[in-house]
């Protein structure tokens, strides 16, 4: 699939590529970004320039993973955002803010973007977020964009090399008021 460009009311989600690499690797030096995501850390140069070169473009060309770097109208580089398909019609979101643009709403807007993309161009019905217990700011997003939360899975993530506790939500597109690919039916309350 060819990478594709969405704009919200105040951000444009694009592909990224190797001109991105020095804000990228700048925005990711951050330590909590380096704390509570899976990238690596200490995260190098050589990171960032794989990650805009080959991770990101590979993704979009196979259609495993839609990368989206999240920026401002002047071109800054407020976050990171990924749609990774983890079964058919279920993607899973995950996403990290720039510091210095973190309370703004910028990542939820994002979210809720590429969430209504890929429930009206991708064929998804689920749009999944995990993040690990303890995440309070991704939670908040989450929870923002109207994910609903679900639980607790234990173990459920590998976070450098440690097995960790995660908190797992839903968004679907009714959530959204949009219809769904395939027919829901919702277990007994």
């Not at 964009?145 to 440690?162: D, H």
């Not at 097995?163 to 039916?185: E, I, K, Q």
């Amino acid at each position: 699939m060819e990478p594709v460009t969405l704009t919200t009311r105040r951000l444009l989600l694009r592909a990224v590529g190797p001109h991105d690499t020095d804000p990228v690797y700048a925005a990711v030096q951050d330590a909590d970004i380096q704390r509570w995501t899976t990238i690596p850390s200490p995260y190098l140069r050589e990171h960032a320039e794989a990650f805009v070169a080959q991770i990101s473009p590979d993704g979009w060309t196979h259609g495993s993973m839609f990368t989206f770097g999240v920026f401002l109208p002047a071109g800054d580089l407020a976050g990171m955002l990924s749609l990774t398909m983890r079964s058919p019609g279920v993607a899973e979101v995950g996403f990290w803010t720039a510091k210095e643009h973190r309370g703004n709403g910028y990542i939820t807007e994002a979210v809720l973007a590429a969430s209504r993309w890929a429930f009206t161009q991708g064929s998804v019905d689920r749009v999944e977020w995990r993040a690990e217990v303890g995440n309070a700011g991704s939670r908040a997003v989450a929870e923002r964009a109207g994910f609903t939360v679900e639980g607790t899975l234990r173990s459920a993530i590998n976070n450098k090399g440690v097995r960790r506790d995660c908190w797992v939500a839903s968004l679907l597109p009714s959530d959204l008021g949009l219809p769904s690919t395939a027919p829901y039916l919702p277990g007994p309350s």
